[in-house]
């Protein structure tokens, strides 16, 4: 029995025409990609993402009126599934950052192959961290230069529970979702991520997430984009 791919329902935010347009034919040149909106400015995209409830926004962060950080300052994270992956023309690695911390699980440059945006779609949407492998080093070397490295373990013990967890948070499970797949309450979740975080030396999800890859704490390092 052939089993049928999922279909990704993905909004686009850009407000630039010509730009959607070459989106839109790529993309729907993909059989398991659906376009079901697309938004021209910040505003139209806060509110299709309300009522679409898309599973990727392909998100500009350069729009007028509300830029694409606004955007994701305005998004409930713990109650909307949407995995968001930002489209940008500018290598400012403090805008990648920003844009990670705020809840964007990829950073795709718009000058990259048309081959690596579909690929960081489907990866994304597969719960990974997608960036591309230089705006990678350089979040990374952001995170190690604004952390208290002094806190740091070099090999943190943590408990069998407490690395799934870290798994789970990798793969950009949110604590409701993590407490049902682990059948403990949201607030032993909670618990334990505050224990990780303080084992660990990290402030938020995101840097924990960029620290376990980095030192290899989950069973498969996340791919970056090549």
């Known amino acids: 029995m052939v089993q049928l791919k999922q279909t990704i329902r993905v909004l686009m935010a850009d407000d630039h025409v010509i730009f959607r347009d070459g989106l839109r034919k790529l993309l729907e040149s993909e059989d398991d990609i659906k376009i079901v909106g697309e938004a021209s400015n910040g505003?139209?995209?806060?509110?299709?993402?309300?009522?679409?409830?898309?599973?990727?926004?392909?998100?500009?962060?350069?729009?007028?009126?509300?830029?694409?950080?606004?955007?994701?300052?305005?998004?409930?994270?713990?109650?909307?599934?949407?995995?968001?992956?930002?489209?940008?023309?500018?290598?400012?690695?403090?805008?990648?950052?920003?844009?990670?911390?705020?809840?964007?699980?990829?950073?795709?440059?718009?000058?990259?192959?048309?081959?690596?945006?579909?690929?960081?779609?489907?990866?994304?949407?597969?719960?990974?961290?997608?960036?591309?492998?230089?705006?990678?080093?350089?979040?990374?070397?952001?995170?190690?230069?604004?952390?208290?490295?002094?806190?740091?373990?070099?090999?943190?013990?943590?408990?069998?529970?407490?690395?799934?967890?870290?798994?789970l948070v990798a793969q950009g499970y949110r604590n409701k979702e993590i407490a049902e797949k682990l059948i403990i309450s949201e607030q032993t979740v909670k618990n334990h991520l505050h224990n990780i975080f303080d084992k660990l030396g990290v402030s938020d999800r995101l840097e924990l997430a960029l620290y376990a890859i980095h030192h290899r704490l989950i069973e498969h390092e996340l791919p970056t984009s090549r």
């Open 43 to 167: 505003n139209e995209c806060v509110h299709m993402l309300t009522k679409l409830k898309p599973d990727i926004l392909l998100l500009d962060l350069r729009m007028p009126g509300k830029d694409g950080l606004a955007v994701l300052e305005e998004t409930n994270h713990d109650s909307l599934t949407t995995r968001i992956i930002v489209l940008t023309a500018a290598e400012d690695e403090r805008d990648a950052v920003r844009a990670m911390r705020l809840g964007a699980r990829g950073i795709v440059l718009k000058q990259s192959a048309s081959d690596l945006l579909v690929q960081s779609i489907h990866r994304v949407h597969g719960g990974e961290i997608c960036m591309d492998s230089r705006i990678m080093a350089e979040v990374m070397k952001a995170f190690a230069e604004t952390s208290d490295n002094g806190r740091r373990r070099d090999k943190p013990l943590l408990s069998d529970r407490e690395k799934e967890i870290v798994q």
